[in-house]
RNA sequence: GGACGGUUAGCUCAGCUGGUAGAGCGCUUCGUUUACACCGAAGAUGUCACAGGUUCGAGUCCUGUACCGUCCACCA
């Protein structure tokens, strides 16, 4: 037997740890060996941006949903935890914008549209794969085989099918807005991406012209030549006398035709108490005119110039025109006052830009429209009902169906839907989801179109009646012939106006049947080579194998289609569908192992999980079918689509079904939505969770996900944010190689609740690393005086119920703090007894015991039962030491059971 | 301006449904007893921000004050 070293070296088991989790698949649940009702538990991670590599803050995300995963997944439940990754847009596009101008000093406008894409795309996937291998050194047990991408073609299918459902129901309109602008980006960013910046300005007092009645302030006067109107408050007596009486004057330069209005919005005690109305460059005084019915003119252009043709000002940027109006004003004495103020700058997020508000054409989703929600399983609102966005958003709340961790982030999530306007969602970046719109020369919309396929698996062949595995010629049997009548008879009604069939004659024959039944063409049957079956080489003719997978086995020898081929045939045949035109529906006869890889692909899922399919499903019956969805855009080269891209959260609002394979009804979908729980940071509790909740109730009819916990947000030592400007970052991969990765994960939850920022201390970190080898050398201990066990442990002295009961009230106090979400209290109740119970007294009394023959035997037990339990509790917090620990049991036969710790089952609270 | 948090041991924080305060780190003293010095034993430090109130009893509930922080809106 190998001696153990004294001391644990994280470094030297992890890796392989995982690489045997993996190997094991069970963090698949398919794989999972559940009881028939057992519950469904899943939590779809929060998608990374591909913009670089995960933080601290993503460290605690993944402890906080793998312990929650690994707890239900231990306790019986069949467990998901979905992968994915966001393409970000804004973030990634700026990002290598940023590379390619300090790299190479070009723009993404020098580049073209599609070779900047090239580079983006490279981008993310070098993002990807650094994120990827981060997050299996964190030991997350995610299922990668249903892995995601926001701006992959399931999503892509997701994305356009739920804008032309919005469409359709009137929440997406396109219409002329005050938007913000970014001059730098040259893209609309919506109002949570601007920050503000104080900075010293100046506030200018004058009058329009001389005979002009009232004076205005503003700290932008060469705005003032768009202006349409002065605006004071309506009970502002100094103003009344004018309100409603029209002006012309010449403002520098240019003529202006002025309406003195009242608006409840003017402050009178803020400058002169009157508001020059300049609608295109202000929300406000766009808000002003709209109720006014005020004209707007545009003066300033997308680059930041002057937009005042016929005047000197015409084409000066912004700051040159102040200038110059206020030169204008002195010269004419018209200035009254010249204050220092300071001023708060809107400034883009990601660019640092100045945000200049402007006039633009844009999509948006209507929060305060009342639709008829098309379908509903939401508690208190029927099917058909009327309701708005924002109703819906607080309703689902409101009513208990979605509950927030901890509960104060209730009301600062009712605060922002009452505030809430609508969602500008349309960007002028290229990276992302084009907008599904098309125009044509009238400027008349097309939009993509969702249709029906029917997927149907050719009937019973003579191959497949000898038990064969068929090749190209297999005709059908009488019993096969039958079968397609039936298949004929079950799609009446569903308006098939198009057949695809393979080449192989099982197919077309079939194929043919169901036309003729069905009072269709032959000429309405294509034969596309593409959905033939997966060819299994020298395997035709063999006997088939229910216990061995074909395609894979023909793969192995090397006579077999490739992978590769086979997803390039689905993939083409996906394509070809998508670009079919026809009325009706359109059914495709072809083949088992074909279908099952289509039907994947379709639901995004990779391809480990169609094999799998394969192996576990076996041969889709003869003759059957399922029904999918596909999207068709619309095609004619007279339309011209719109250049703009969605707001990235738009795709990432869908993500707790998108990634499930909506539209089509899978099985995936059926089994995990609504979600169990959406673990995120409380900092995106409106960009991201609010939004889900909206796409979700109004696409699916459902909540998105039951539970929100929201953990704070990971600081610095001394409660500062981590940013690279501070250089205070700390790499969450640095502490994995200092201290192991169980280390990092017990130490980020220990003794931190939920919803509150973490002050990182990495003292903490080398303390839990302590704990580990603590652990370790308890389970050298044990290992060291345990050879047999019995399994029948009798506590016989005091100190040996004295420690099976404070096991007992342990496993009960973790259990309910993991039910509860107190992860931090779980944490330290179990850390606790590890060390000051467990170590601390008990193997310190049994020294005594195992000397004494009386009660050798059933300290022994005491002790290996305690041991196995710890590691079993522990487990969420530190996976890699407690399964590598337990693996090392196992090897020396000492449990009754074998299996991984991470599929062992829960001690009984 | 609006909203929401926080104020508990030297530091970082926990304290779930109210019952005379806890953890980690740090500190002091002692101890190399073959699981562990990445250790053990013993120990010190708190009118739980302040002022009222409810209660037999409040860190825990209510009201107010002060300070710190975060978010949202506005800043013509």
């Not at 995120?680 to 109730?697: C, E, H, K, Q």
Request: charged letters at 25%; hydrophobic letters at 35%; glycine letters at 6%.
């Amino acid at each position: 037997m190998q001696e153990l070293e004294k001391s644990y070296d994280a470094s030297k088991v992890e890796a392989n740890i995982y690489k045997q989790w993996l190997d094991s698949g069970y963090f698949n649940p398919d794989n999972l060996t559940c009881e028939k009702d057992a519950k469904h538990y899943n939590i779809t991670l929060p998608p990374p941006n591909v913009t670089g590599t995960l933080h601290l803050g993503h460290a605690l995300m993944l402890v906080v949903e793998d312990a929650l995963i690994r707890f239900k997944r231990m306790q019986g439940d069949r467990t998901l935890w979905l992968p994915g990754t966001d393409h970000a847009a804004i973030a990634t596009q700026s990002k290598v914008e940023a590379e390619l101008q300090k790299k190479e000093g070009l723009s993404r406008h020098d580049l073209g549209r599609e070779e900047f894409l090239k580079r983006v795309e490279a981008f993310a996937q070098n993002s990807h794969s650094t994120i990827t291998a981060q997050m299996k050194a964190m030991g997350a047990s995610v299922d990668w085989s249903r892995e995601s991408y926001t701006l992959d073609q399931t999503r892509s299918r997701a994305v356009k099918t739920a804008f032309r459902r919005m469409y359709d129901l009137g929440l997406i309109y396109q219409g002329l807005r005050i938007v913000n602008w970014d001059v730098k980006g040259q893209t609309t960013i919506s109002d949570d991406e601007i920050i503000r910046e104080d900075r010293p300005g100046k506030l200018y007092t004058f009058r329009y012209s001389k005979d002009f009645p009232i004076a205005i302030s503003t700290s932008r006067p060469e705005t003032k030549v768009g202006d349409s109107a002065v605006a004071v408050h309506p009970e502002d007596t100094r103003y009344t006398q004018f309100i409603g009486k029209e002006y012309d004057v010449l403002f520098c330069g240019t003529k202006l035709h002025i309406k003195i209005v009242a608006d409840e919005s003017v402050d009178p005690l803020f400058g002169t108490g009157a508001l020059g109305v300049t609608p295109a460059h202000s929300s406000i005084d766009w808000d002003i005119a709209q109720k006014n019915n005020l004209p707007h003119k545009q003066i300033i252009d997308e680059r930041g110039r002057m937009l005042v043709e016929g005047s000197d000002l015409h084409g000066k940027k912004v700051l040159e025109g102040r200038e110059f109006v206020v030169e204008w004003l002195k010269s004419q004495e018209l200035l009254e006052k010249e204050e220092d103020i300071v001023q708060s700058m809107a400034l883009a997020e990601r660019t640092k830009g100045i945000i200049e508000p402007l006039p633009k054409e844009q999509w948006f989703i209507d929060v305060n429209r009342e639709f008829s929600l098309p379908h509903s399983e939401i508690s208190g609102i029927e099917t058909g009902e009327l309701v708005s966005l924002k109703r819906l958003m607080r309703h689902v709340v409101e009513s208990g169906q979605i509950k927030i961790v901890p509960e104060h982030f209730e009301k600062i999530y009712y605060h922002w839907i009452d505030n809430l306007r609508d969602w500008c969602i349309s960007r002028q970046i290229w990276y992302g989801h084009r907008v599904p719109v098309w125009y044509d020369s009238e400027g008349k919309h097309a939009l993509p179109e969702e249709k029906t396929i029917h997927l149907a698996r050719h009937a019973q062949c003579e191959g497949n009646a000898a038990n064969i595995l068929p090749g190209p010629d297999s005709k059908l049997t009488d019993l096969g012939r039958n079968q397609a009548k039936q298949l004929a008879d079950n799609l009446r009604g569903k308006n098939i106006t198009k057949i695809i069939a393979s080449p192989f004659t099982r197919s077309q024959e079939t194929a043919r049947i169901v036309a003729l039944e069905l009072g269709l063409p032959e000429q309405q049957i294509e034969i596309w080579d593409e959905v033939q079956e997966i060819h299994v080489g020298n395997l035709v003719g063999k006997k088939e194998d229910p216990n061995l997978h074909d395609f894979a086995q023909a793969q192995k020898e090397g006579t077999g289609e490739s992978l590769e081929s086979i997803e390039k045939r689905v993939q083409q045949s996906i394509e070809k569908l998508e670009s079919l035109k026809t009325e009706g529906s359109v059914l495709v006869v072809a083949h088992g192992g074909f279908n099952a890889v289509f039907m994947a692909t379709l639901e995004g899922k990779k391809k480990e999980q169609y094999v799998a399919f394969r192996t576990k499903v076996g041969n889709i019956p003869n003759a059957s079918f399922t029904t999918l969805t596909i999207v068709q855009d619309p095609e004619d080269s007279n339309l011209r689509q719109d250049n703009d891209t969605l707001d990235t959260w738009f795709s990432s609002g869908l993500w707790t079904f998108s990634t499930l394979g909506w539209p089509n009804n899978t099985q995936d979908l059926q089994d995990f939505h609504p979600t169990t729980l959406l673990e995120t940071g409380y900092d995106i509790l409106f960009f991201w969770v609010a939004r889900m909740v909206l796409m979700s109730t109004t696409l699916t009819g459902q909540v998105p996900f039951k539970t929100v916990y929201l953990h704070g947000l990971v600081r610095d030592s001394d409660k500062q944010k981590m940013s690279k400007s501070k250089g205070n970052i700390i790499d969450p991969l640095d502490m994995v190689t200092k201290y192991g990765t169980d280390a990092l994960r017990i130490a980020l939850v220990f003794n931190t609740a939920a919803g509150t920022d973490i002050a990182f201390d990495e003292q903490k970190v080398k303390g839990m690393k302590h704990f580990a080898n603590k652990l370790w050398n308890i389970a050298r201990f044990v290992m060291s005086n345990v050879d047999k066990v019995e399994w029948s442990h009798k506590p016989n002295t005091d100190a040996d119920r004295e420690i099976l009961g404070k096991l007992q009230a342990t496993i009960n106090s973790v259990t309910e703090h993991l039910e509860h979400y107190r992860l931090h209290e779980a944490a330290q109740s179990i850390y606790q007894f590890t060390w000051h119970e467990f170590a601390d007294v008990y193997i310190e009394a049994s020294k005594a015991q195992l000397l004494d023959e009386t009660n050798k035997q059933n300290t022994k037990e005491v002790l290996f039962h305690t041991l196995i339990t710890t590691l079993k509790l522990l487990h969420p917090f530190m996976p890699f030491i407690t399964e590598h620990i337990t693996s090392i049991l196992s090897e020396r036969n000492l449990r009754k059971h074998t299996e991984p710790l991470i599929v062992s089952k829960w001690p009984e609270a």
